[in-house]
T-cell receptor, first 116, second 111 residues
Framework: GAVVSQHPSWVICKSGTSVKIECRSLDFQATTMFWYRQFPKQSLMLMATSNEGSKATYEQGVEKDKFLINHASLTLSTLTVTSAHPEDSSFYIC????????????FGEGSRLTVL | KQEVTQIPAALSVPEGENLVLNCSFTDSAIYNLQWFRQDPGKGLTSLLLIQSSQREQTSGRLNASLDKSSGRSTLYIAASQPGDSATYLCAVADSWGKLQFGAGTQVVVTP
């Protein structure tokens, strides 16, 4: 099946620094990618929808200046957590959908961010 | 606003028993429903995708049904194995393709 790769799988950073997480579709072109965050023992919460070549659409309550999303190509989307704080520590997961309209979504393995 | 509920939140069964996981949603105007498996600290693995026009999907020991009018889906796992231990999430997609997830059912299959 389709593969979505996330990197890094885990990262520890100091408070105030910025962290970039990459999401790549390895064997298909992803016109749309979604970014989620997941707190322990909770479900995934959609943060933003990323369409190739256009600005991301953020969900209510998500700070777009803090969580910068770039979808520069059909195979790569990046999430940058700027000026990270301990409360940003979470599990971030991306998903990607191919050119087939509203088809199955494929998920990355997730990236665990710990901000000290 | 769409709300997705999964019951039970946790389930423990002995190996060999069948598993029944329930998912309900409040808005029946869904495009599709997807069941996922999540292992601790890992991403999601898609198990089954049911389009809104379908009633069920099957893959090996897994069978998922969908009753859109009543806002319910059920995932059946036959003859459970210890390797089936994981958290199972259901998610419904709207016409824009956005997924709304349930909180999941944590399953433990004991040898």
């Amino acid at each position: 099946g389709a593969v979505v790769s996330q990197h890094p799988s885990w990262v520890i950073c100091k408070s105030g620094t910025s962290v970039k997480i990459e999401c790549r579709s390895l064997d298909f072109q992803a016109t749309t990618m979604f970014w989620y965050r997941q707190f322990p023992k909770q479900s995934l919460m959609l943060m933003a929808t990323s369409n190739e070549g256009s600005k991301a659409t953020y969900e209510q309550g998500v700070e777009k200046d803090k969580f910068l999303i770039n979808h520069a190509s059909l195979t790569l989307s990046t999430l940058t957590v700027t000026s990270a704080h301990p409360e940003d520590s979470s599990f971030y997961i991306c998903s990607a959908r191919g050119l087939a309209p509203l088809g199955e979504l494929f998920f990355g393995e997730g990236s665990r961010l710990t901000v000290l | 606003k769409q709300e997705v509920t999964q019951i039970p939140a946790a389930l423990s069964v002995p190996e060999g028993e069948n598993l029944v996981l329930n998912c309900s949603f409040t808005d029946s105007a869904i495009y599709n429903l997807q069941w996922f498996r999540q292992d601790p600290g890992k991403g999601l693995t898609s198990l089954l995708l049911i389009q809104s026009s379908q009633r069920e999907q099957t893959s090996g020991r897994l069978n998922a049904s969908l009753d859109k009018s009543s806002g319910r889906s059920t995932l059946y796992i036959a003859a459970s194995q210890p390797g089936d231990s994981a958290t199972y999430l259901c998610a419904v997609a709207d016409s824009w393709g956005k997924l709304q997830f349930g909180a999941g059912t944590q399953v433990v299959v004991t040898p």
